[in-house]
């Protein structure tokens, strides 16, 4: 596709649950990174992808979340036993190149009740 | 000090004025800056590279002091459709994106 895409757009789940969020980046872009966003508020660093080289997962919050990259195209974040502090918009981005702008999906907005 | 810091307004400007809001970033071996719109309850979105010797792409100036290691962002003959938050994005040597938490601005009829 011409842009980044996520799913699902909305996501209301109940609390303990395990969600899986998708991303999909440009075709060709080696850089990934999932950011999360709750309301009026900054952006907030989750994980970095870069080629093949091992993720940086500094930004994760907690042991529930994780992410993967299968074949350096799709990305999935997984939270294991969601908290209601875990509501936000979940952001995912991708970049050809050092230099390049990223782009971003529209996000995922994830509702834990 | 935070790596990247901006005033998170509001900026409350009347339609027609110029308006300008700063970035700072801690890190001087960042490699590279870029400006981000984000319009409420969407993705940030490109605005433009800052580049060292500065740029224009119609109303909007960027500049970068490396020295003084801040970025600039100047709105000029401002339209109600500028109102937005805008991002300061700095990309360090080691290739990760460090975004600051936003301005925001308001553009009054």
């Known amino acids: 596709g011409a842009g980044v895409s996520q799913s699902p757009s909305n996501k209301v789940t109940e609390k303990g649950k395990d969600v899986e969020l998708r991303c999909d980046p440009i075709s060709g872009h080696t850089a990934l990174y999932w950011y999360r966003q709750s309301l009026g508020q900054g952006l907030e660093f989750l994980i970095y992808f870069q080629g093949n080289s091992a993720p940086d997962k500094s930004g994760l919050p907690s042991d529930r979340f994780s992410a993967e990259r299968t074949g350096g195209s799709v990305s999935t974040l997984t939270i294991q036993r969601t908290q209601q502090e875990d509501s936000a918009v979940y952001l995912c981005?991708?970049?050809?190149?050092?230099?390049?702008?990223?782009?971003f999906g529209p996000g995922t907005r994830l509702t834990v009740l | 000090r935070k790596e990247v810091e901006q005033d998170p307004g509001p900026f409350n400007v009347p339609e027609g004025a110029t308006v300008a809001f700063n970035c700072t970033y801690s890190n001087s071996a960042s490699q590279s800056f870029f400006w981000y719109r984000q319009d409420c309850r969407k993705e940030p979105k490109l605005l433009m590279s800052v580049y060292s010797s500065g740029n224009e792409d119609g109303r909007f100036t960027a500049q970068l002091n490396r020295a003084s290691q801040y970025i600039s962002l100047l709105i000029r003959d401002s339209k109600l459709s500028d109102s937005a938050t805008y991002l300061c994005v700095v990309n360090n040597r080691d290739d990760k994106i460090i975004f600051g938490k936003g301005t925001r601005l308001h553009i009054l009829p």
């Open positions: 981005a991708s970049s050809l190149a050092l230099r390049g702008g990223w782009v």
